[in-house]
């Protein structure tokens, strides 16, 4: 969580509530203790997908589902899950499978990096959420693939695995702000410094959840 615990519950007390798909799939979360971008960061998935019309949407990580079914929300047409982990996916399968949004969901097992070069785009939405050193990639791996108005979102920019205040200063100006060994820091530095950098596109961060870094294809 970015922001203060009273700004928090008043972005998520002012967004939607869970579907009880959702709110299963949020306890599950908590039982196993497992990473979910929450309902505030949800609710900016689902206005991205409805903002953009959306027909595609490829994650890069989609563990048990939870980021698809807010993109489902906002209308997608189709959206690629992809998981390393064979039972994250079943989990996400039976998930989405209850909440009747399956049959607009394609299951990919496998290396996100690996399963993207076989699909040809256009991507309308991109989430960017499986390992912090590989977020660069992903980006450079989509980015001929996005349409104008076209978006790429990133999780985990400014809290989660990464070292918030090391960030903050990468970006004010101090190249050696963040530790070479910390992979997690470095792979977001790397991405923020891509995309910021990347004729073509302009990106915000939105600090709802763990911190989201909203990049948009201009031309």
């Known amino acids: 969580m970015v922001l203060p615990s009273d700004v928090s519950r008043f972005v998520r007390a002012a967004g939607p509530e869970h579907t009880d798909v959702q709110a299963r799939m949020a306890a599950f979360a908590d039982e196993h203790d497992f990473p979910s971008i929450g309902a505030e960061a949800g609710a900016v998935l689902r206005l991205l997908a409805r903002l953009t019309d959306a027909e595609t949407v490829f994650e890069f990580g989609s563990g048990f589902g939870y980021s698809a079914s807010w993109f489902l929300r906002g209308g997608a047409d189709r959206v690629v899950l992809t998981e390393f982990d064979a039972d994250e996916l079943d989990a996400g399968r039976e998930f989405l499978s209850d909440a009747g949004l399956a049959d607009r969901c394609v299951f990919e097992h496998g290396d996100a990096m690996e399963t993207v070069e076989r699909y040809g785009g ?10 912090k050193q590989r977020y660069r990639d992903a980006f450079d791996a989509v980015r001929e693939k996005l349409p104008v108005g076209g978006v790429v979102v990133a999780d985990n920019v400014m809290a989660g695995p990464v070292d918030f205040d090391a960030l903050l200063a990468h970006l004010e100006g101090d190249a050696d702000a963040v ?5 997690f820091s470095r792979g977001v530095a790397d991405y923020l410094d891509a995309v910021r950098d990347a004729d073509g596109f302009e990106t915000a961060a939105v600090p709802v959840g763990e911190g989201l870094a909203v990049t948009t294809k201009t031309e």
């Not at 256009?122 to 390992?131: E, T, Y």
């Open 122 to 131: 256009p991507f309308d939405v991109v989430l960017v959420d499986h390992q």
């Open 179 to 183: 530790d070479a060994d910390d992979e």
